[in-house]
């Protein structure tokens, strides 16, 4: 069984070994917001890779 943690020195990176990781560019854990520059990257194992843009809505 995989663990996730949340690493406020890596901004709000979130991985478990050989499995499935979430990380974002910009992201305050305070509020949960995303800054312009942030990005949503899902990697699945070694071989996978799919990264998207987010969209910013306007405040």
Same mark, same amino acid.
């Not at 992201?27 to 699945?44: E, H, W, Y």
């Not at 990264?51 to 809505?57: G, I, Q």
């Given at each position: 069984?995989?663990?996730?943690?949340?690493?406020?020195?890596?901004?709000?990176?979130?991985?478990?070994?050989?499995?499935?990781?979430?990380? =974002?560019?910009?992201?305050?854990?305070?509020?949960?917001?995303?800054?312009?520059?942030?990005?949503?990257?899902?990697?699945?194992?070694?071989?996978? =890779?799919? =990264?998207?843009?987010?969209?910013?809505?306007?405040?």
């Amino acid at each position: 069984m995989s663990s996730a943690s949340l690493d406020n020195s890596q901004r709000g990176s979130i991985s478990g070994k050989d499995a499935v990781s979430v990380s =974002t560019g910009a992201f305050n854990n305070n509020d949960g917001s995303l800054g312009s520059g942030g990005r949503l990257a899902l990697n699945a194992g070694p071989s996978l =890779t799919r =990264t998207a843009a987010l969209p910013v809505p306007a405040r």
